[in-house]
């Protein structure tokens, strides 16, 4: 039996199904979660090779996802391959990934479909979809630690031993964003190889703007409150350890040799005591500033404050294309930059390879 199981979620994708199916073959079992279709999705699939598993009504890609991994697990697999069944990911890009997996078994691997902008300077992403991905992507790279270009590919391989281990309970989209960041605060790494990017403007997206991207925010929005209060504390910390016990000793020592030369002017004594002070505190709270991880808290604090400015510039983005301007994009290539993010967290980074696999 392969060490792999290749899973597709599935809601009305009759005209592509069995050609996605039929590729996938090619590189393991294919098992498809048919979420409730209303039309000949799961016979397609099934013609083509694939076996099925019918949900009884629609309940979201995630309920769909966990299904499968469900099935996954009880047959044994090694790793799970997702992608989608709408034609968007490229089925012969399968051994790719795999190949990434084989190198880096302690990972999830993502194929990311934005190296360097290529899919953005080529025009296949739709603008407005490519704001809301690089936006979540911002901040998943800041609370996973990890400068991913594409946080929102569903085209994936997760290893069986975290599925076991993590149990996601998002629904919908949700739960490709829950998975990466607990699979990060579990210690596993997150790995990126680019996949090609494709779109097809005549087929409607399954994620829905207001519903997906309100659960995606919500979840979003909890994780940064929680890791705000934890990094706030770390900050007073550290503007606060001059002070300590500690630092005291040495501290006192140093301060010793600093005014003895003083010892028989008072007022030229407190005021070398007065510039020592001031000097230690100065450069440990410079030293906190440049730090990396302040930096990156500080990008991300403005960015959250931020958010109401890019939700008005997001609803007001269609009346404002009308009149040629394009606010929103701008916008968020400059707050929501994860390129100057992954130069804060690059010396975080250390434990979270991000792999380029450039073979084509």
């Known amino acids: ?25 090619r590189h393991g079992a294919v098992l498809v979660i048919d979420d409730g279709s209303s039309d000949e999705s799961a016979a397609l699939a099934a013609r083509a090779g694939a076996d099925v598993l019918r949900l009884a009504r629609r309940s979201g890609k995630g309920q769909a996802l966990r299904r499968g991994f469900a099935e996954a697990l009880a047959r044994g697999a090694e ?8 034609g968007q ?10 190949h990434a997996a084989a190198s880096s078994p302690d990972a999830v691997v993502i194929g990311g479909r934005l190296g360097r902008g290529a899919a953005a300077a080529n025009g296949v992403i739709p603008a407005g979809r490519l704001c809301a991905m690089r936006v979540a992507g911002f901040f998943i790279d800041w609370l996973t630690g990890c400068p991913l270009t594409d946080t929102q590919s569903g085209f994936r391989v997760y290893p069986v031993r975290l599925l076991e281990t993590i149990a996601p309970r998002g629904g919908g989209f949700v739960l490709e964003s829950e998975v990466l960041i607990r699979a990060a605060a579990g210690g596993w790494r997150l790995v990126e190889t680019p996949v090609t990017a494709r779109h097809f403007p005549e087929r409607r997206s399954r994620f829905r703007p207001v519903r997906d991207g309100v659960a995606v925010g919500a979840l979003l929005a909890g994780e940064i409150l929680r890791r705000f209060r934890r990094e ?31 010892r028989g002017n008072p007022a030229a004594c407190a005021t070398a005591v007065g510039v020592f002070f001031v000097h230690r505190t100065a450069a440990t709270w410079r030293d906190w500033w440049g730090d990396p991880r302040a930096r990156a808290f500080r990008a991300v604090g403005l960015a959250a404050a931020l958010t109401p400015v890019l939700l008005a510039l997001a609803l007001l983005r269609p009346g404002l294309r009308r009149i040629g301007l394009d606010l929103l994009g701008p916008f968020v290539r400059a707050v929501y930059s994860q390129e100057r993010l992954a130069r804060a967290l690059a010396p975080q980074a250390a434990a979270a390879e991000v792999v380029a696999w450039r073979e084509r």
């Open 89 to 98: 990911h490229d089925p012969d890009e399968i051994p790719r990934l795999l």
């Open 232 to 262: 706030a504390a770390l900050g007073a910390a550290a503007l606060l350890r001059p002070f300590t016990a500690a630092r005291r000793r040495p501290r006192h020592r140093e301060l010793a040799e600093i005014t003895a030369p003083y």
């Open 79 to 86: 790793r799970v391959v997702t992608l989608d069944g709408d």
């Open 1 to 25: 039996m392969s060490d792999h199981l290749i899973l597709i979620p599935v809601f009305d994708e009759a005209l592509t199904i069995e050609g996605v199916v039929t590729r996938a073959r």
